[in-house]
């Protein structure tokens, strides 16, 4: 604040902060991908705001596991579309399985979400299971912002099988930034540009000084977390 990290941001946010999140990704997964992939916003749930409006239109459908996260469904349908509620079952940690998920795409079907570490079960999709589900002829997105609570097995991005999928990932959960409201969603670059225009015109830019925040968290807080 005393630096005057005050004003208007790029509407996909700080070129230092999309750049220090690309370099994260490349050393922690080994996944490369470019600057303008990335669109920083006060957090995840306008992002999926945004990425669901892109998506959807009116009765287009969304499967979400079930159990899930409580919002999911409730972004889909202000989006327009239908939340379609895959069964889940405590044998594969309540988390969707290939077939399962194949067996009820249909020609309205616009993607698959997927959310590893899960909330509410806590459970983490192995490499292959993520591989598996890279190859379902639907996009992917990959709600990410539990990576680094994770206590048993290695963390996997959808990004490592999949380059048309979406990744929601954030500050939030592994660096305690609860209320700084700081998130990012990774997208392919055919996306980037509607996803842009609508941040631009709805949220115009993330919070500059909270930005400073995420790019120390990424610099210096490794060892905290």
């Given at each position: 604040?005393?630096?005057?990290?005050?004003?208007?941001?790029?509407?996909?946010?700080?070129?230092?902060?999309?750049?220090?999140?690309?370099?994260?990704?490349?050393?922690?997964?080994?996944?490369?991908?470019?600057?303008?992939?990335?669109?920083?916003?006060?957090?995840?749930?306008?992002?999926?705001?945004?990425?669901?409006?892109?998506?959807?239109?009116?009765?287009?459908?969304?499967?979400?596991?079930?159990?899930?996260?409580?919002?999911?469904?409730?972004?889909?349908?202000?989006?327009?579309?239908?939340?379609?509620?895959?069964?889940?079952?405590?044998?594969?940690?309540?988390?969707?399985?290939?077939?399962?998920?194949?067996?009820?795409?249909?020609?309205?079907?616009?993607?698959?979400?997927?959310?590893?570490?899960?909330?509410?079960?806590?459970?983490?999709l192995s490499g292959s299971e993520l591989k598996a589900l890279s190859q379902l002829p639907i996009p992917i997105i990959s709600d990410e912002i539990y990576h680094g609570l994770t206590y048993e097995g290695e963390e996997h991005s959808i990004l490592e099988y999949s380059k048309n999928a979406f990744v929601l990932g954030g500050f939030s959960k592994s660096y305690a930034m609860t209320g700084w409201r700081l998130g990012y969603l990774i997208s392919p670059q055919s996306c980037v540009r509607p996803l842009q225009a609508m941040h631009q015109n709805f949220m115009i830019c993330a919070n500059h000084f909270v930005q400073i925040g995420g790019l120390a968290a990424l610099r210096h807080c490794s060892a905290d977390v």
């Open positions: 604040l005393d630096d005057g990290a005050t004003s208007y941001t790029h509407s996909l946010g700080l070129a230092e902060l999309r750049a220090e999140i690309v370099k994260y990704y490349r050393q922690r997964y080994g996944v490369m991908i470019e600057p303008e992939q990335v669109l920083v916003s006060s957090g995840t749930s306008p992002l999926m705001l945004l990425l669901f409006s892109m998506l959807l239109e009116e009765n287009d459908e969304l499967i979400l596991p079930d159990p899930g996260y409580s919002c999911y469904p409730n972004f889909v349908r202000f989006a327009g579309g239908r939340p379609v509620a895959l069964r889940t079952d405590p044998d594969n940690g309540f988390q969707p399985r290939f077939a399962e998920v194949e067996a009820v795409i249909n020609d309205r079907t616009r993607g698959l979400l997927i959310n590893s570490p899960s909330n509410p079960a806590g459970s983490v």
